[in-house]
């Protein structure tokens, strides 16, 4: 018997369905029938000096001209050097001036490409650069106000980085919901949470657990600060049973509950 969970959405990334048709693509049209669809880049390397690349424009444009999902995604990272090298990964940027002003001019770019609003992530990062002059949350503010983009607000990305600065998991925490704090109204579209596994001398984003109970906590402040927001948990490592993924959906549907009826 075909199981269908009730969901508030479904997510996937953009680009394994950027082929024109096949068995993959009739899966994802099968889920948008059912489901309402976030589609989540993680190619695009909107702050990449090199500019965007127009092939991967392209695709992610007939793809949501075909699936039209409710929202579209990706990271605030940099990805493509040169004449077109993409390196694989969700690198970081420079919080800067002129970071700020190539990843507007390029958030807007896409924009007007697919013709609808950009949610921007904010990434886990295992290094930055010297002479960031901008906070991070006074960079999607900024990034937000000036392009009318949203921001996908990764809460688990925000611990772990705390982390790895040398917190402990509660005062990560604590510096994650000040992060939130700084946020200006109304610019957060859709929030992230993860599990993540702890090394010797490093934590790492690897989405391959339970959200981790400082994660809840930040969620649980950041519903009171921003209101009902719609949450996924993302799970792309150890897959479990469908039972441990919506006891955890609904985790996050529980506590949005709790704050309505306060």
């Known amino acids: 018997m075909v199981q269908r969970p009730a969901l508030d959405f479904i997510e996937v990334h953009s680009e394994n369905f ?3 048709g096949g068995a993959t693509l009739a899966v994802l049209e099968a889920g948008r029938a059912a489901y309402e669809l976030s589609l989540h880049g993680v190619g695009l390397g909107l ?4 500019g965007l690349d ?5 695709r992610l444009q007939q793809l949501v001209a075909r699936v039209q999902p409710r929202w579209v995604s990706d990271h605030a990272c940099f990805a493509r050097v040169g004449s077109g090298l993409h390196a694989g990964d969700l690198l970081p940027i420079r919080f800067d ?3 700020l002003a190539l990843m507007v ?4 770019q896409v924009q007007e490409r697919l013709g609808r609003p950009l949610l921007v992530e904010n990434i886990s990062a295992y290094l930055g650069w010297q002479g960031d002059t901008l906070a991070e949350p006074e960079f999607f503010n900024e990034l937000t106000r000036r392009s009318g983009c949203g ?3 990764d809460l688990n990305n925000l611990v772990v980085n705390a982390r790895n600065d040398g917190l402990a998991p509660a005062a990560a925490a604590q510096a994650a919901c000040a992060w939130v704090d700084a946020l200006r109204p109304g610019c957060v579209g859709e929030i992230h949470l993860a599990g993540h596994c702890e090394l010797p001398d490093l934590v790492i984003d690897d989405h391959g657990s339970r959200v981790r109970d400082e994660v809840w906590q930040v969620y649980q402040h950041s519903l009171a600060r921003l ?3 719609a949450t996924l948990i993302e799970w792309d490592t150890a897959l479990p049973g469908l039972a441990v993924l ?4 609904d985790g996050a549907r529980r506590r949005q509950r709790e704050l309505r009826s306060c």
């Open 97 to 99: 001036d002129a970071s």
């Open 151 to 153: 921001l996908l607000l």
């Open 18 to 20: 950027f082929a024109d």
């Open 47 to 50: 702050g990449s000096a090199a």
């Open 54 to 58: 127009p092939w991967h424009l392209d």
């Open 105 to 108: 001019a390029h958030v807007q």
């Open 227 to 229: 209101g009902p927001v």
């Open 246 to 249: 919506l006891d955890e959906a």
